[in-house]
DNA sequence: TTAGGGTTAG
């Protein structure tokens, strides 16, 4: 309030300012009611310039030659100009204009506002609707084309009480029944959240368009009210409403959160059907959908299709295939975003420091890094989120605190990225001194922050402690554990050999233990060679998950360690004949930027041969072929780090 | 001179 009150007086100031000024330059005829013929030929040449730089040469044309055409109608033109045709607007040139402007009328304002209100910069935004408030102030009385203006401004800032102020105005001025006016209210109430008063504009009004759909459709999508928005667009066609690009783009929208590709191919079909324009925002909200409802083929051949791409389309693909898990496809298309010499912004570098993360590609991790520090793009936010996330989960845990400790704004993601990191890497210790930091820095921790707060509890033996978080997490911030809290608890206590207690916690559980709870109890009896509790965990997860080999292979394991040969080769043999769907695990490393993977019998690999001969040199007292031409190939470091790979396929259960 | 569109984290 105080902030606003000073933007006023600081402005009012520079209006006074300005009046004297511009009696100095003299010669502002008033609003002329009609057009004249050197008015008309200065308003062509505005509309020819290409850049303010032109627009500021003949402004100076008229002041040194023509003072008798500083006209309102001239500067209002001026105004409308660097709102609308210019990439940049330079919004202090236009606010010298607008100080020019001796009694500036409803037009001008009209300008102004529209000007400060396209911009995306919530501050922007605000200074429009300072504009507003001085025409009020002056009592000029604001017209059908100042409130779409002003309430963009307000949908802008998000702000709601000085939008429902601008409502008032809009009835006490009788232009509820204007449909510009209406559904620039809508979107403001939608843009704030507010979707009871967007439903009730638009229930009431009597003469909804398009936009007023769409404006619904938006209201309840940008909620998370999904079904309904789809709902809404379903009621629409059968209004014999003709839904256009924009329409499609927030259903498509819709569909892709709703995870649902049975309908997003519905809405594609009906695309098809109508003709529709596919431009690059359409492409890439169908690039968006296809992803989000798992089918990569079908996003990809979209963005293959598309005529037009920008950085939101490869965006769109990098960040959807590290959604599906796909990483190092994702990294290909960063690769292939480069070659094609598209500029990465934020949301490339967070897509590509997620995959690196997954991928443990610490190596990529560190280019990006130095990309992001040699552009000077500030490692706060998302991105300084994404790098301390990247370089934990690749086991840096140094670097992570170095980016950790240089961000001027940490956030819940910040502490949960570093705590996951430290717990994953046996550093439960230091994660749970973190945590304890939370509350002091004023941030609360969320339901992800406590996976890895008991992850570390689990990982360094801290029992009571981990008792102590997991009852804290509802008592004190409210949040419901969910099964991966339950499985991280059973963990806990199975690994300190609390099985009783274990079995105890997972028959009083509130909600239904599910395969990742069964899971850990199960490890828990490998870790105790607890055979026969193993055996009904066993029975348990196969039911749950008849199509996975994982509970099979582990109870194998557990047999094998109890010296139980029979049993073990027995397990084996039925899971063979059962002919389960395999786990899709998988080891990968990264040498010299390239990431190699090993999945169980895969043998894609170029330098398989090499490795499978490495492998029998292990597992083999007599020595293979040596002079095998690929081996001679491979670096003694390739050759150490692709076996470390191999053994890690091997730590999980695979054979390479 | 007026309104509605796509991508980002643990």
Same mark, same amino acid.
């Given at each position: 309030?105080?902030?606003?009150?000073?933007?006023?007086?600081? &402005?009012?100031?520079?209006?006074? &300012?300005?009046?004297?000024?511009?009696?100095?330059?003299?010669?502002?005829?008033?609003?002329?009611?009609?057009?004249?013929?050197?008015?008309?030929?200065?308003?062509?040449?505005?509309?020819?310039?290409?850049?303010?730089?032109?627009?500021?040469?003949?402004?100076?044309?008229?002041?040194?030659?023509?003072?008798?055409?500083?006209?309102?109608?001239?500067?209002? *033109?001026?105004?409308?100009?660097?709102?609308?045709?210019?990439?940049?607007?330079?919004?202090?040139?236009?606010?010298?204009?607008?100080?020019?402007?001796?009694?500036?009328?409803?037009?001008?304002?009209? %300008?102004?506002?529209?000007?400060?209100?396209?911009?995306?910069?919530?501050?922007?935004?605000?200074?429009?609707?300072?504009?507003?408030?001085?025409?009020?102030?002056?009592?000029?009385?604001?017209?059908?084309?100042?409130?779409?203006?002003?309430?963009? %401004?307000? %949908?802008?800032?998000?702000?709601?009480?000085?939008?429902?102020?601008?409502?008032?105005?809009?009835? *006490?001025?009788?232009?509820?029944?204007?449909?510009?006016?209406?559904?620039?209210?809508?979107?403001?109430?939608?843009?704030?959240?507010?979707?009871?008063?967007?439903?009730?504009?638009?229930?009431?009004?009597?003469?909804?368009?398009?936009?007023?759909?769409?404006?619904?459709?938006?209201?309840?999508?940008?909620?998370?009210?999904?079904?309904?928005?789809?709902?809404?667009?379903?009621?629409?066609?059968?209004?014999?409403?003709?839904?256009?690009?924009?329409?499609? =783009?927030?259903?498509?929208?819709?569909?892709?959160?709703?995870?649902?590709?049975?309908?997003?191919?519905?809405?594609?079909?009906?695309?098809?059907?109508?003709?529709?324009?596919?431009? +690059?925002?359409?492409?890439?909200?169908?690039?968006?959908?296809?992803?989000?409802?798992?089918?990569?083929?079908?996003?990809? *051949?979209?963005?293959?299709?598309?005529?037009?791409?920008?950085?939101?389309?490869?965006?769109?693909?990098?960040?959807?295939?590290?959604?599906?898990?796909?990483?190092?496809?994702?990294?290909?298309?960063?690769?292939?975003?480069?070659?094609?010499?598209?500029?990465?912004?934020?949301?490339?570098?967070?897509?590509?420091?997620?995959?690196?993360?997954?991928?443990?590609?610490?190596?990529?991790?560190?280019?990006?890094? #130095?990309?992001?520090?040699?552009?000077?793009?500030?490692?706060?936010?998302?991105?300084?989120? %994404?790098?301390?996330?990247?370089?934990?989960?690749?086991?840096?845990?140094?670097?992570? &605190?170095?980016?950790?400790?240089?961000?001027?704004?940490?956030?819940?993601?910040?502490?949960?990225?570093?705590?996951?990191?430290?717990?994953?890497?046996?550093?439960?210790?230091?994660?749970?001194?973190?945590?304890?930091?939370?509350?002091?820095?004023?941030?609360?921790?969320?339901?992800?922050?406590?996976?890895? +707060?008991?992850? #570390?509890?689990?990982?360094?033996?801290? =029992?009571?402690?981990?008792?102590?978080?997991?009852?804290?997490?509802?008592?004190?911030?409210?949040?419901?554990?969910?099964?991966?809290?339950?499985?991280?608890?059973?963990?806990?206590?199975?690994?300190?050999?609390?099985?009783?207690?274990?079995?105890?916690?997972?028959?009083?559980?509130?909600?239904?233990?599910?395969? &990742?709870?069964?899971?850990?109890?199960?490890? #828990?009896?490998?870790?105790?060679?607890?055979?026969?509790?193993?055996?009904? +965990?066993?029975?348990?997860?196969?039911?749950?998950?008849?199509?996975?080999?994982?509970?099979?292979?582990?109870?194998?394991?557990?047999?094998?360690?109890?010296?139980?040969?029979?049993?073990?080769?027995?397990?084996?043999? #039925?899971?063979?004949?059962?002919?389960?769907?395999?786990?899709?695990?998988?080891?990968?490393?990264?040498?010299?930027?390239?990431?190699?993977?090993?999945?169980?019998?895969?043998?894609?690999?170029?330098?398989?041969?090499?490795?499978?001969?490495?492998?029998?040199?292990?597992?083999?007292?007599?020595?293979?072929?040596?002079?095998?031409?690929?081996?001679?190939?491979?670096?003694?470091?390739?050759?150490?780090?692709?076996?470390?790979?191999?053994?890690?396929?091997?730590?999980?259960?695979?054979?390479?």
């Amino acid at each position: 309030m105080l902030n606003r009150s000073i933007k006023i007086h600081k &402005f009012q100031k520079a209006m006074s &300012f300005s009046n004297s000024s511009s009696s100095s330059l003299s010669l502002i005829i008033p609003h002329a009611s009609h057009v004249d013929p050197q008015e008309l030929s200065i308003i062509r040449r505005l509309d020819s310039c290409k850049s303010t730089r032109e627009l500021k040469q003949v402004h100076s044309y008229i002041i040194k030659t023509k003072p008798t055409l500083q006209t309102q109608l001239i500067y209002t *033109k001026f105004i409308s100009i660097c709102a609308t045709s210019y990439n940049h607007t330079d919004l202090s040139y236009v606010n010298a204009i607008f100080t020019q402007v001796s009694n500036p009328s409803i037009s001008v304002y009209n %300008a102004i506002i529209r000007c400060f209100s396209r911009c995306k910069n919530s501050n922007d935004s605000f200074t429009a609707l300072l504009f507003y408030r001085e025409l009020l102030v002056k009592g000029l009385v604001p017209d059908n084309y100042t409130y779409p203006f002003v309430l963009k %401004a307000c %949908a802008q800032s998000r702000a709601l009480s000085e939008g429902q102020e601008v409502h008032g105005h809009v009835v *006490k001025n009788g232009l509820v029944l204007d449909l510009y006016v209406m559904n620039t209210l809508m979107r403001m109430y939608a843009v704030c959240g507010v979707i009871g008063a967007v439903r009730k504009l638009f229930d009431e009004y009597p003469q909804r368009d398009l936009v007023s759909w769409t404006t619904l459709i938006q209201g309840y999508v940008k909620m998370g009210f999904w079904k309904e928005g789809v709902k809404v667009f379903f009621e629409m066609c059968e209004a014999n409403l003709r839904a256009d690009e924009m329409t499609m =783009v927030v259903v498509l929208s819709a569909c892709a959160n709703l995870g649902d590709l049975i309908l997003g191919r519905r809405i594609h079909g009906y695309m098809r059907d109508h003709n529709m324009n596919f431009d +690059v925002f359409v492409g890439n909200a169908l690039v968006d959908m296809y992803l989000k409802c798992g089918d990569a083929d079908l996003a990809r *051949k979209v963005f293959n299709e598309m005529p037009v791409k920008n950085v939101v389309s490869w965006n769109s693909m990098i960040s959807g295939l590290a959604q599906q898990g796909e990483f190092k496809e994702a990294l290909n298309m960063f690769r292939k975003m480069q070659s094609r010499g598209v500029k990465p912004d934020d949301v490339t570098i967070v897509g590509v420091l997620n995959s690196c993360s997954n991928l443990g590609m610490l190596e990529l991790g560190k280019w990006v890094h #130095a990309y992001v520090d040699r552009n000077h793009i500030k490692a706060d936010g998302y991105i300084g989120n %994404a790098l301390v996330d990247m370089y934990a989960k690749c086991g840096n845990i140094d670097e992570a &605190f170095k980016v950790f400790n240089g961000m001027k704004c940490r956030d819940v993601y910040t502490y949960t990225a570093i705590i996951v990191g430290l717990a994953m890497h046996g550093q439960g210790g230091r994660a749970l001194d973190l945590f304890s930091e939370m509350p002091k820095m004023g941030i609360e921790p969320d339901s992800v922050t406590y996976v890895g +707060v008991l992850m #570390a509890c689990s990982h360094t033996g801290l =029992v009571s402690e981990g008792r102590k978080h997991f009852s804290q997490m509802s008592r004190v911030y409210n949040l419901e554990p969910q099964t991966e809290h339950y499985g991280c608890m059973v963990d806990l206590l199975g690994r300190a050999g609390l099985i009783n207690e274990a079995e105890e916690f997972i028959k009083n559980m509130p909600i239904e233990p599910d395969a &990742f709870v069964w899971g850990a109890l199960l490890g #828990a009896c490998k870790i105790h060679g607890k055979v026969e509790l193993a055996e009904i +965990v066993m029975d348990k997860l196969v039911k749950m998950e008849p199509e996975r080999d994982g509970a099979y292979i582990l109870m194998s394991n557990i047999y094998s360690s109890a010296n139980k040969w029979r049993d073990a080769i027995k397990l084996r043999k #039925a899971l063979k004949e059962k002919n389960t769907k395999k786990t899709p695990g998988c080891s990968s490393i990264e040498l010299d930027g390239v990431v190699h993977e090993f999945r169980k019998g895969d043998k894609s690999h170029q330098k398989t041969k090499a490795i499978y001969i490495l492998l029998g040199e292990i597992t083999d007292s007599s020595w293979p072929v040596r002079d095998e031409q690929d081996l001679l190939e491979m670096s003694k470091s390739s050759r150490s780090l692709l076996l470390s790979s191999i053994h890690l396929a091997e730590a999980g259960g695979l054979v390479v």
